[in-house]
């Protein structure tokens, strides 16, 4: 054999063994696992970023370690750390104010004010900016969210909630679903607030909406009739523009090897409880609503996670609530035996925030705000509330797949 031939030969039979050893030792791409968050204001999620480290000073070591879902490694941050970021913008704030109502008077007077204002500013976005180094941002879970009017995508971390100081369930649960699942992760989260399920996620197989007298009687009762619901709509094109368009969505997605719809987790309720129709119809229109979204996005089994409506907060007030109590009742329908779940979120209301609620906030407003960021109907805006509810969902989403 020529030598030039035989040093080819000798080339690619190189190349084939290094390249068998590569594939040997790269672990085989895994299927994107993709989760649907979707509902009203408390999925929107209004908790403010600064009430999540109270997750490092609760008694509770169960509690405690959930500080590692949403904290790098090694980080924590102190009460006095968050102290001392709200102390600022509360001096920050009472000057614009006293400007503002015209409480400072005087050239120099107004000028050292500003100049006070800039320089607390300053202080405070330093506070912000290492405060927010400490969190925990994922290199496996990726969202693509719509929290209302805050549309992002990336990497999970804080800021998809209502805003991009603030975060919903998906927080929680994506961080704590990446320790009980081995794969790439995407997170679609379409929620928006003040939306019931009989009129806006009205799903298809419920039937038309019927329109009460009022709105039989309103010159908009087309427009009304034609807006049922309106967000299921929107919310299944979300999926779809995003089904559309995985690797812009999650960098470690593989086309070769594909994705699975691997869950679903409803969190909505408040608005259907103020009308009979409404609240007597919700069992029956959220099992329409997860046969639906099966049929819809052909998933037949997909799991299915139902957060229960929890903010009458005791165990009786829940228990007595007909829209909590249709939302467990279709959790057990019996067709759904093994692949829809009910997780109660009353059980992990922040009741240490309720406390300083209570004794009024706005006279105790800096404890406040290191505790709490919004009423009782969104939880308070608790950080560890909706910390906590997050990794709930995700052991109860891990637990449904281990049984398919």
């Known amino acids: 054999m020529p030598r030039l031939v035989q040093l080819i030969a000798c080339l690619l039979l190189f190349a084939a063994v290094e390249a068998a050893s590569t594939a040997a030792r790269e672990p085989a791409a895994k299927k994107l696992q993709i989760f649907i968050l979707a509902g009203q204001s408390n999925m929107v999620g209004h908790s403010n970023y600064i009430t999540i480290p109270r997750l490092f000073a609760d008694e509770r070591p169960e509690v405690q370690a959930l500080a590692g879902l949403v904290f790098k490694e090694g980080q924590t941050v102190t009460r006095a750390a968050v102290d001392e970021q709200i102390a600022t913008r509360i001096a920050r704030d009472k000057i614009s104010n006293d400007l503002r109502q015209k409480k400072i008077e005087g050239e120099e007077a107004i000028a050292a004010a500003q100049a006070e204002i800039e320089k607390l500013n300053d202080l405070y976005e330093t506070q912000t900016a290492k405060i927010k180094d400490t969190f925990a941002v994922s290199d496996r879970v990726f969202i693509s969210s719509i929290a209302d009017g805050n549309r992002r995508s990336g990497p999970l971390t804080i800021g998809f909630g209502g805003s991009a100081d603030k975060i919903g369930p998906e927080l929680g649960f994506g961080m704590s679903l ?27 197989s419920a039937g038309p909406y019927q329109l009460n007298e009022k709105e ?157 960021s919004d009423r009782p109907y969104h939880y308070l805006g608790s950080g560890k509330f909706f910390v906590r509810f997050g990794d709930a969902l995700a052991t109860a989403m891990a637990e449904l797949i281990a049984r398919q």
């Open 178 to 204: 990446a320790r009980q699942i081995d794969a790439p992760i995407l997170i679609i989260k379409t929620a928006w607030g003040g939306k019931s399920l009989h009129y806006n996620f009205r799903p298809p």
């Open 216 to 372: 039989q009687a309103s010159e908009n009762a087309a427009n009304i009739q034609a807006d049922a619901g309106l967000n299921y709509r929107l919310m299944l094109e979300q999926i779809n523009a995003v089904l559309g368009d995985l690797k812009q969505h999650h960098p470690d997605f593989d086309p070769q090897v594909g994705y699975d719809l691997a869950g679903f987790v409803w969190f909505q309720g408040f608005n259907d409880q103020f009308s009979d129709a409404f609240r007597d119809n919700y069992k029956d229109n959220l099992i329409a609503f997860v046969q639906d979204i099966r049929k819809d996005t052909k998933t037949p089994n997909m799991p299915f996670v139902i957060g229960v409506l929890g903010t009458g907060i005791t165990e009786e007030a829940v228990g007595a609530n007909a829209v909590s109590l249709g939302q467990r009742a279709a959790a057990a329908t019996p067709e759904f035996a093994g692949n829809v779940a009910a997780v109660e979120s009353y059980k992990v209301y922040d009741l240490s925030a309720l406390e300083v609620f209570n004794k009024g906030w706005q006279n105790h407003f800096a404890e406040w705000c290191a505790v709490g």
